[in-house]
């Protein structure tokens, strides 16, 4: 995968499976799902996957708080067969307000659940079997994990920003999953401390999937409007405070690529000029289908180069 686009999860699934083959149409190599408490995002991925041939699907990406290693094996191995080995699992560490609200459960040492989440679930991706006891997770296997034809393994993303993160995940995911982390975060912070995780941990270069939210649009100053209302939820929480800062940005709004052709394509380059291995774009619908249509067309042009 080198370029793709974040599918929006406010539509029946027939619709969400035609915009995933509108965006194959166009040249994207991939098509991503966020996961809150509506769909679920492994089986959609699924059912895009097997709709759509050739089409790379992910999720971006499963809190691990709430879930258990067991349960995601299951789901993620499920869509890996349905979809021909064309599924990409992206985990996350959740909010303290979605989690402690939503499920009822205390947000404690999130970065050693991460751990111990991502300890237990590559064997059990592998090998489909697990025998892991942790602090804070079990993970064993008195039955067969095994999904038949959920070939090759299934990569293991994740949304890592902070240092502690980012150390876990290069140690033992297969790369991140950055989200309003602009070129300049990427460079100098991001980048630079999971490829060392990873080398310290003897495992491949990380992949470096850069969301980025984009549109091309005529009418820059409106679609910029609505993308300040939309993301501005991201600036409640700290993670993402950080990260905005470290871009050299204030607010959410400034690392969204919103403009014409020209202007979006110079962004795309600074990411890839920057470390990221793949970007994906996401809120391409905040201008109407028509600017949509036209953001997945250039990101299409430029995944052939």
Excluded at 43 to 71: K, N, Y
Excluded at 81 to 106: M, N, S, V, W
Excluded at 180 to 206: F, K, N
């Amino acid at each position: 995968m080198t370029i793709g686009a974040a599918l929006f999860l406010q539509h029946p699934i027939d619709t969400v499976v035609r915009h995933a083959r509108e965006a194959r149409e166009a040249g994207l190599h991939s098509a991503w799902f966020g996961q809150t408490f509506s769909y679920d995002s492994p089986a959609l991925a699924a059912i895009v996957g097997r709709d759509v041939p050739g089409l790379q699907v992910g999720t971006a990406a499963i809190p691990v708080f709430g879930r258990h290693p067991l349960i995601v094996a299951g789901q993620a191995q499920t869509a890996q067969a349905a979809t021909g080995g064309r599924y990409h699992l992206g985990l996350a560490l959740g909010t303290q307000h979605l989690t402690e609200t939503g499920f009822g459960i205390p947000y404690e040492r999130p970065v050693a659940r991460l751990r111990e989440f991502l300890t237990a679930l590559r064997p059990l991706l592998e090998t489909g079997s697990a025998d892991f006891h942790g602090e804070l997770l079990t993970a064993a296997t008195p039955l067969p994990a095994t999904v038949p034809g959920a070939e090759p393994p299934v990569p293991i993303l994740v949304a890592a920003m902070g240092p502690q993160a980012l150390r876990v995940s290069g140690a033992l995911a297969d790369g991140i999953l950055p989200y309003l982390a602009g070129p300049r975060a990427l460079a100098e912070h991001l980048v630079p401390a999971v490829t060392a995780a990873a080398e310290a941990a003897g495992r491949p270069a990380p992949r470096i999937v850069a969301f980025v939210p984009g549109v091309v649009t005529a009418d820059v100053e409106a679609v910029r409007e609505r993308a300040t209302e939309a993301l501005s939820f991201y600036e409640r929480f700290p993670s993402y405070q950080r990260v905005i800062g470290l871009s050299g940005g204030t607010r959410a709004v400034d690392l969204a690529a919103i403009g014409d052709e020209e202007t979006v394509a110079a962004e795309v380059r600074r990411y890839r000029e920057a470390g990221a291995t793949e970007v994906v774009f996401t809120a391409t619908d905040l201008g109407g289908d028509a600017d949509r249509r036209r953001t997945w067309q250039l990101l299409g042009e430029l995944a052939k180069d």
